[in-house]
């Protein structure tokens, strides 16, 4: 839910940004990419914090070896997925890499919420809401980037 949170935030600050003339954010698929590029390089930065990297790896399904590798690979991939969102010539390939990266770790989610994985000492999201806001990602990265 605080990924969710951090999204929305962006959306406000961005958008009022954009709305007091601020060029680089004059449209809101500008708008909607600087968000979604914040609020993947808040969710990259917390596959490298400890409070929150063993609860990652945790979440990781058993069948997966090097859990820990794997965390910090996605930490990767979506710090480098949040700044090709920033690069006009690079969105439209950086929100494809991207969507392509939250489907695939979809099952690892609904497998941590089934398991009751904790993050940071809470519950995880339940999956009438995680799998929604999955979606809601999918949706706005393909809409910012594939114009």
Not at 54 to 81: H, Q, R
């Amino acid at each position: 839910m605080v990924v969710l949170v951090v999204l929305l935030v962006s959306l406000v600050l961005f958008g009022g940004l954009g709305a007091l003339g601020v060029g680089a954010l004059s449209t809101w698929h500008e708008v909607v990419a600087w968000a979604l590029a914040t609020m993947f390089l808040f969710t990259a930065s917390s596959h490298f914090v400890a409070r929150t990297r063993e609860d990652l790896i945790a979440m990781v399904p058993g069948v997966f070896p090097k859990p820990a590798l794997l965390v910090s690979l996605t930490g990767v991939l979506e710090g480098l997925g949040a700044v090709g969102l920033l690069i006009p010539a690079t969105r439209g390939l950086a929100g494809l890499c991207l969507v392509l990266l939250l489907v695939a770790l979809l099952p690892a989610n609904v497998s941590a919420a089934r398991r009751g994985v904790s993050m940071r000492g809470r519950a995880p999201t339940p999956l009438l809401v995680r799998i929604p806001m999955q979606i809601l990602f999918v949706g706005l990265t393909l809409w910012a980037t594939q114009t």
